[in-house]
């Protein structure tokens, strides 16, 4: 009990609306409400204060015949001078740039102040009323009543002072009105009653507006500052610390093992990953540091006070052994990891851009060190940003220049020893830098958007080059995850067949469980609508995801490819081959096709045959050709005979 009630008295003084039945804060948001009752009170107080300094001088004429003129002057002197230099001191305060947090103890100070102002102005009827003439009296109700107004105008978001200042002056007008038994005063009693309950009760009143109207504009404004999933600082809040002061140390962190995390166990996991994750680097993070969520799984801090290169090491550190101990998801452990790219101002950049694309460089060759890995920004780092830039630009007018072009590579049928069609892989021939590989590029276009442009490319050149073809061969496209963000390429996978002539059943899309799993929600709808148009569906990569069998429930795929990782090693490692001979057999089971990747050995070629896999692809059979020599190769009979041998 003792407890709850010195809580209460500690909100009490410290403004804290909650103690009157007003709206309830953390402390961080009361902090900020003082903040702006406290602006409020100094705009008013210059004015206040002369007001009073002003009143003080009318008081000491208004008694200058009274038998207490000498206790008025000495008063008027008092309550003047202090008035001025408080009133002084708030005008130079005001000039300050207005505070975004105001403690407790400060309220309790403003409080204290309203209370010694108020006592002041409350000695006045007790000791001068009686004996002052009836204009003297005059004057004393007159200032006592402005005083009441006053303190109420000024305090009105803070009912405490407002309390602490009018009290002492009812309490000294109820004084005096109780020397006398005047019935005239028990009137004046009751009206001064009354217009102190409307005074308060309006002071209550537009506290609670005030302050519900301050918590609304700082929810506002953490809605724009804040990453709603983490509760961090978001990029905006980041950058608006970094121009702040730069010179300091830039952290930028990225989880590797996000995406893992949520292909494997859903969205709802990975939001949970994050949430754990933010709250290990919030332990990790001292006063001077600003950690903040600036996209994705990327995360940064900015730190001052850095005397050697060392001290920024000795964090980064800090920050990689968070992630030592697993994390619990759902029930799960499951290992985390972060790389760190470091970049130090102003040794690395002067502005606040220059600062986050040498982070981002730095975090590059961090993320391509392994897991945990720590990196310094190097001006090796900015030639290979620069280069990915360029590249970047160029692949922006690469369809327009005709730069990129499609080769295939043949599935073969094992029982009929035929070809049945063609998987299309993009190039792409650079005019400086030759023949660019996919890897490469194909991220860069995602990154950039424009795998969609890119996309719709390959869609309608594969579409056109199997109209050359005979009916019986198909033609399969891998399509990205970032492509089912467009939901305009179903109309573009109509409009290419159309204007093909070809069967949409001779079209098949080459999908990942990764893609499934993706951010992007459209995916399963227009893979459904492909379905129902009569386009075949492949589920590539299949045994490297997490959650395939589920999805071979979800969705009638035509074709599994087993990925050529276990084609690989099946000859010489019982578990790989196990791993195949199962996925052969649950596919026949639910007669679903399946294609084993990456053969290249004619030992792979028999062992598959016998385990009744139905179509094979890999160098064995042929690399990638150009449409040209497509023709040739289903017409080489001796290509025939090897597929048989």
């Not at 002492?168 to 109820?174: V, W």
């Not at 990453?227 to 300091?248: G, I, W």
């Not at 650079?430 to 869609?459: D, K, M, N």
Request: glycine letters at 6%.
């Amino acid at each position: 009990m003792r407890t709850q009630l010195t809580s209460y008295v500690a909100r009490l003084f410290a403004g804290d609306l909650s103690a009157f039945g007003g709206p309830a804060t953390d402390e961080a948001v009361a902090g900020h409400i003082r903040a702006e009752q406290m602006s409020l009170v100094l705009g008013y107080s210059v004015g206040i204060m002369l007001a009073n300094a002003c009143n003080a001088v009318v008081l000491a004429i208004a008694l200058w015949h009274s038998p207490d003129w000498r206790l008025a002057l000495v008063w008027a002197v008092l309550v003047a001078g202090a008035a001025i230099a408080f009133g002084l001191q708030s005008h130079a305060a005001r000039r300050i740039t207005k505070p975004q947090f105001v403690s407790r103890r400060a309220m309790h100070r403003l409080v204290r102040n309203a209370f010694i102002l108020g006592t002041a102005w409350g000695f006045v009827p007790v000791a001068f009323f009686a004996d002052a003439s009836s204009g003297g009296q005059l004057v004393i109700t007159c200032l006592c009543s402005g005083m009441l107004a006053g303190g109420a105008l000024a305090f009105a978001t803070i009912p405490i002072a407002a309390i602490a200042f009018t009290a002492p002056i009812f309490a000294g007008i109820a004084i005096c009105l109780s020397r006398d038994g005047d019935p005239a005063y028990v009137l004046v009693a009751f009206l001064v009653v009354v217009y102190g309950i409307v005074l308060l009760r309006a002071v209550f009143v537009y506290s609670f507006s005030f302050a519900r109207r301050v918590i609304r504009q700082i929810e506002a404004e953490r809605t724009v500052r804040q990453d709603p999933l983490t509760q961090l600082p978001n990029r905006f809040a980041f950058n608006e610390t970094l121009d702040a002061s730069l010179k300091r140390l830039a952290l930028l962190l990225d989880l590797d093992r996000f995406k893992e995390v949520n292909d494997k166990f859903g969205h709802p996991a990975g939001d949970e990953f994050l949430m754990q994750v933010a709250n290990r680097l919030q332990r990790c993070t001292r006063a001077a540091e600003h950690v903040a969520r600036i996209g994705g799984d990327e995360f940064a801090l900015v730190m001052a006070n850095l005397a050697r290169p060392e001290d920024a090491l000795e964090i980064a550190e800090r920050f990689v052994a968070a992630f030592a101990e697993p994390f619990q998801i759902e029930g799960r452990q499951i290992s985390g990891a972060t790389s760190v790219g470091i970049v130090l101002a102003p040794r690395d950049g002067n502005t606040a851009l220059d600062i986050m694309k040498n982070a981002d460089a730095a975090l590059y060759r961090a993320k391509k060190a392994g897991p945990g890995s720590v990196c310094f920004f190097e001006q090796a780092d900015d030639r290979l940003s620069r280069d990915r830039k360029a590249l970047q630009s160029d692949l922006e007018g690469a369809v327009a220049r005709n730069e990129l072009f499609l080769v295939f590579q043949p599935f073969l049928e094992l029982g009929k020893n035929r070809i049945t069609g063609f998987e299309a892989l993009l190039r792409w021939q650079h005019p400086s830098r030759g023949l660019v590989p996919p890897s490469e590029f194909i991220a860069i276009a995602e990154e950039t958007g424009l795998i969609h442009e890119i996309g719709e490319w390959v869609i309608r050149r594969a579409c056109a080059t199997l109209a050359d073809w005979p009916e019986d061969i198909r033609v399969a496209v891998n399509f990205s995850a970032a492509q089912f963000h467009n939901t305009a390429i179903l109309q573009t996978i109509v409009q290419a067949l159309a204007d093909a002539k070809v069967s949409p059943s001779r079209l098949e899309i080459e999908i990942t469980e990764s893609m499934l799993l993706s951010k992007y929600g459209s995916a399963a709808s227009i893979l459904n609508a492909l379905l129902q148009l009569g386009v075949t569906v492949a589920l590539d990569d299949f045994g490297t995801g997490f959650s395939s069998l589920t999805y071979l429930r979800k969705l009638p795929f035509s074709r599994i490819k087993i990925d050529q990782s276990f084609i690989r090693d099946m000859l010489a490692q019982p578990d790989c081959a196990a791993i195949v001979k199962s996925v052969i057999s649950l596919a026949r089971d639910l007669d679903i096709g399946v294609v084993a990747e990456g053969v290249e050995t004619a030992d792979q070629l028999e062992y598959l045959r016998q385990t009744g896999c139905d179509e094979v692809q890999g160098y064995l059979i042929s690399r990638p050709v150009s449409a040209d020599n497509v023709p040739a190769l289903l017409n080489t009979r001796k290509l025939r005979a090897i597929y048989a041998a």
